[in-house]
């Protein structure tokens, strides 16, 4: 697609301004992400540390809700075409799911103690945020792509897609049968159960991030 299309098909100023506040916020739910792959690489270092990061958490995931309520208050001014509100908002409240699950992770962390946690469940955890991570970069990339050529950012939603199957593979296969065996040897149930809600908003970081690339893929075939 040429520049000129790819710019003919963002249409009128006010449906522009909106996909680059959602650049924006994107950005936003992308620095969310990594602050909680901090706080699960630091959840056994250091308590000071990872109090500092969970805290960097909250506060940019209330700066990423700002951006959000900026969009949806920038949607309801003026005439939009249905479609275009309508495909906005879903793009924006998928990406705002990312931000969302990773400040969840974050936060139910806190409620455990590491020493009670086996070393290959932490690695495992760090490991599957490494992937949540590496998810919403792509994301990132891909919906920077849109604003400049849809049919690449289409193309771009099949290496999101993969790398959730990576995450979720590894989740599996990998990381479940962990704490499985962890926590029959523990026989802690309440730690059990809080960090299997870790472990569930990780990968829902990357799941929500492959809905957040179907969604960018629709408004790709929609425009190429």
């Given at each position: ?30 620095e ?22 969970s ?20 949607l ?29 992770a ?29 998810s ?29 199957e ?18 029959d ?7 059990s ?13 990357a ?12 408004i ?5």
């Amino acid at each position: 697609m040429s520049s000129d299309k790819s710019i003919e098909w963002l249409g009128k100023p006010k449906e522009k301004r909106a996909l680059e506040l959602c650049k924006g916020h994107i950005q936003k739910i992308v620095e969310v992400t990594e602050a909680m792959r901090d706080s699960v690489q630091s959840f056994s270092k250091s308590k000071k540390e990872f109090q500092e990061i969970s805290e960097e958490v909250l506060e940019i995931e209330r700066s990423a809700d700002e951006k959000k309520s900026q969009i949806l208050k920038e949607l309801s001014r003026g005439n939009f075409p249905p479609l275009s509100r309508e495909m906005i908002i879903r793009l924006i409240l998928t990406t705002d799911d990312i931000g969302d699950n990773a400040r969840a992770a974050t936060m139910k962390l806190g409620y455990l103690e590491p020493e009670k946690i086996s070393d290959e469940v932490l690695e495992g955890l760090g490991e599957l945020s490494d992937m949540a991570t590496n998810s919403s970069a792509a994301l990132q990339e891909t919906f920077s792509l849109l604003l400049e050529d849809p049919e690449k950012a289409i193309e771009k939603t099949e290496e999101v897609e993969d790398l959730e199957e990576k995450a979720d593979d590894f989740r599996a296969n990998t990381l479940i049968p962990k704490i499985i065996e962890w926590a029959d040897e523990s026989k802690n149930p309440g730690t059990s159960y809080i960090l299997s809600e870790v472990e569930n908003n990780i990968e829902d970081v990357a799941d929500r991030t492959e809905n957040s690339a179907d969604v960018i893929r629709e408004i790709g075939i929609r425009v190429v």
